[in-house]
């Protein structure tokens, strides 16, 4: 929403800062994305009057003008080549040093022998329009000297703001002067209209559903669509251009004019937020207003040209044979007001927001009326608005009301009273608000308060159709108050009783976790290319590369690493935890399946580097791989072991223990990498929400262990983890610490055979150990190896 600050000034009887308003609305209002100046570029040009003309001595054309431009030393001598200019009138002056428009300075300087102290401009000197061939003669009382931005009023900003959808009230300039009238205490009031004369109209005629206005026939047959519809006529109105005031108005917020009737509903609109649409009473059919719903394949040429198909979902705004307006959105071009409309028929209505915005959506046409219709409108304001625009038509193009209007609205609705507690306010903004203050600050901004049974009934004005709660309320009065006046320490509270979600706390010991290993989280888009036959389609994707939800996290980390070494990134770790998706499983299909998982992707350095570190630090490598997969799945899912992947992969499985199910895996990864790029690695597994065990206490050992180191050659085919497996099966409790560190092949071991070593700690919680004692456990592990997997101790 862009707002005038000269159009604020005039409505709160004020003069303004724009730097200032920018921040004040942003802090209590909404935010402003830009302060824009307008001829800002003119501040070097005065009014002037000039006091003489004569012929210059040297050339027909020109002529010498004597200036007063309000300066100490008198008046100049300015040499003129434009025929209009006229002792006595006042004109634009450009002195010397001045900068115009397209940054052209003026210097004193002989023309023909004659020196010229300046300069009168045209229009075109000024960039306020194309006319070159005369000076720009000026209208005003303005005295010699003032500044010309200031004069004609031409001098503004444009105060660009980013309205939020629930608060139409701010899309007008009144709205936007209220909030800041609460600010400074200033009220709000309509600024005069030039030429206006007193309005003497009858109130409306107050109809259900139909009803005769000045000849015209009114029906109302889609009450849903439109709730509350006014229509007034206006005859003998003369279409022409807008007076300056209000072109420059208009123009001041980025609109053209058109004429003066359209302007005059614009500025109506930009006013008050309330859209209006003039017909030309000579083009209306009947003459009748029918508002109803479109008929099916029912066709409308709007104003832009475009032949556009009605549904029975839009409503339609008709004459007695079909339709000359798509309701709230935008009119037809056989019924626009033209320079040779004598008599007007002026729509004043409410139209129901979700049946605009699903109608906009559905022709994909937009427009500043159904931009606000479909985020609500002041229905109780509306006949205040339809009373603004006929003073401002008849000012602006003549014509007269012979009627009283006709308000069709067959279910009247009074103002929402809700009801505050002033206790609660304080409770939820957890500082003290006394009572006065709220019913100070509410009624700054048009609520009206009066207390009720130690409560305060508060009435909401039409225009706030987002207030429907007690807690809105107590927002407004935070927002009115100003966040910057709470407290910002953290205060005594009551911790809540509620634990987490068991999802929630999984994630974050996964996050606890892989950060400690050095790892940063990402978060990619859960959209993609399709990723198997399983992948879950988007019914209405934004583009093909991203029409399918994800089903693994890899492929988006992936493209995160691409990213970073496209910008010279070597030495990268990062991991994901989100939801992943499939296609249901059956016949139907039914609703895609989802669940957690957590993933990372390893590359570049082992570690950080060091200045005192000459050589080339070591990439990570397959086993950094599976240290970190390790890790994620220990804090993942618990219940499983990391395996060798099968089928001759290189990498690693997570399988659940007892069903065997494959819940992740981690391997080299393929990418477009750079050369300089170092191997890329990375492993994926399903986060397991359940409940983990609570860590028990263990006091330190009392007995000392008892170490001892085992080597065993291991035949084809046998792993490790078995070999672990069985002895911590057969040796018992006492075997406290089985590690492996070291393996060997070559000469003393028989082909395909490995020889690997294990250390073995051995403790009695209870007594100490002796060599006996762990030389028997050793003697009946070694015996329950050889007999179930073959592995036999190496003796050399």
Not at 53 to 58: E, L, N, T, Y
Not at 482 to 503: H, I, K, N, Q, S
Not at 587 to 604: H, K
């Amino acid at each position: 929403m862009i707002v005038s600050r000269r159009w604020l000034e005039a409505l709160l009887d004020r003069s303004l800062d724009a730097r200032d308003v920018a921040e004040r609305l942003t802090l209590h209002a909404a935010a402003v994305d830009a302060v824009v100046p307008l001829h800002q570029d003119l501040s070097d040009v005065l009014i002037a009057r000039v006091l003489e003309v004569k012929k210059h001595p040297d050339a027909d054309r020109l002529s010498l003008c004597l200036v007063d431009h309000g300066g100490g030393g008198g008046p100049v001598e300015v040499v003129c080549g434009a025929p209009n200019v006229q002792a006595g009138k006042t004109y634009p002056f450009a002195p010397v040093g001045a900068v115009l428009p397209g940054g052209l300075k003026l210097e004193r300087k002989k023309i023909r022998g004659v020196e010229s102290n300046g300069m009168l401009c045209s229009a075109k000197d000024l960039g306020l329009g194309a006319d070159h061939t005369g000076i720009l003669e000026l209208d005003t009382a303005a005295p010699p000297g003032a500044r010309f931005i200031d004069a004609m009023g031409i001098g503004d900003y444009q105060i660009v703001i980013d309205v939020p959808a629930n608060r139409p009230d701010l899309l007008c300039h009144k709205g936007v002067a209220r909030e800041l009238g609460a600010y400074f205490g200033a009220p709000v009031k309509l600024p005069q209209i030039p030429g206006a004369k007193p309005l003497s109209v009858s109130p409306p005629v107050r109809q259900s559903a139909r009803g005769v206005v000045d000849g015209v026939e009114v029906r109302l047959e889609d009450p849903e669509g439109a709730p509350r519809y006014m229509i007034a006529v206006l005859r003998g109105v003369r279409v022409g251009p807008s007076p300056a005031w209000l072109a420059d108005r208009l123009t001041a917020v980025g609109q053209r004019p058109i004429n003066n009737v359209v302007d005059a509903t614009n500025y109506i609109l930009l006013e008050l937020n309330q859209p209006l649409h003039a017909f030309d009473l000579a083009k209306l059919r009947g003459p009748a207003v029918v508002v109803r719903r479109a008929r099916p394949g029912e066709k409308i040429v709007t104003l832009d040209g475009a032949t556009r198909t009605l549904t029975p979902e839009m409503t339609a705004i008709c004459d007695a044979e079909h339709p000359t307006i798509v309701a709230g959105v935008m009119g037809s071009a056989e019924s626009e007001v033209s320079a040779g409309t004598k008599d007007l028929v002026l729509e004043c209505a409410y139209f129901q927001p979700t049946r605009i915005r699903r109608t906009r959506r559905a022709l994909e046409l937009s427009s500043e009326s159904s931009y606000r219709f479909e985020r609500g409108i002041d229905m109780l304001g509306m006949p205040d608005a339809l009373r603004r625009a006929i003073e401002l038509i008849t000012a602006v193009a003549g014509g007269a009301v012979r009627a009283p209007a006709l308000d069709l609205w067959p279910e009247p609705q009074p103002e929402r009273t809700i009801f505050l507690r002033p206790e609660r306010v304080s409770h939820l903004l957890g500082v003290a608000v006394e009572r006065p203050e709220v019913e100070r600050l509410l009624t700054a901004v048009g609520f009206f308060v009066a207390p009720k049974d130690g409560r305060l009934a508060v009435q909401v004005p039409g225009w706030r159709p987002d207030v429907t709660r007690e807690v809105d309320l107590i927002e407004e009065v935070a927002r009115l108050k100003g966040y910057d006046a709470f407290p910002d320490e953290l205060r005594a509270y009551r911790p809540g009783t509620v634990p987490d979600a068991p999802d929630e706390r999984a994630r974050a010991r996964v996050r606890e976790q892989l950060v400690r290993a050095g790892l940063l989280e990402a978060r990619t888009l859960p959209l993609g290319p399709p990723d198997g036959p399983d992948a879950v389609p988007i019914l209405n994707p934004m583009s093909a590369e991203e029409a399918y939800l994800r089903r693994r996290l890899l492929p988006g980390l992936v493209r995160r690493i691409e990213y970073n070494w496209a910008n010279r990134n070597r030495d990268i770790r990062l991991f994901e935890v989100g939801t992943v998706f499939r296609k249901g499983a059956g016949a139907g299909r039914g609703a895609p399946e989802e669940w957690t998982s957590v993933a990372g992707v390893l590359t570049g350095a082992r570690r950080p580097p060091h200045w005192s570190e000459g050589a080339k630090l070591p990439d990570m490598d397959i086993w950094d791989l599976k240290y970190h997969f390790e890790l994620a799945v220990a804090v993942a899912d618990p219940s499983c072991d990391v395996r060798p992947a099968t089928g001759g992969a290189v990498g690693w499985e997570a399988v659940q223990r007892g069903g065997g199910e494959v819940v992740g895996w981690a391997s080299p990864l393929e990418a477009d990498a750079p050369v300089w790029a170092a191997p890329l690695f990375g492993f994926e597994v399903r986060l397991d929400a359940g409940e983990r065990d609570l860590v028990a206490y263990r006091p330190l050992p009392l007995q000392p262990a008892v170490e001892r180191d085992l080597a065993l050659v291991l035949p084809p085919g046998v792993s490790a983890a078995q070999v672990s497996d069985v002895l911590r099966r057969t040796v018992g409790p006492l075997l406290e610490r089985l590690e492996v560190f070291d393996e060997y092949r070559g000469p003393a071991i028989p082909a395909g055979h490995r020889g690997v070593a294990w250390h073995c700690s051995f403790r009695d919680p209870e007594r100490t150990l002796r060599e006996r004692d762990v030389d028997a456990l050793l003697a009946q592990g070694l015996a329950a190896l050889e007999g179930e997997l073959g592995v036999r101790r190496r003796e050399s």
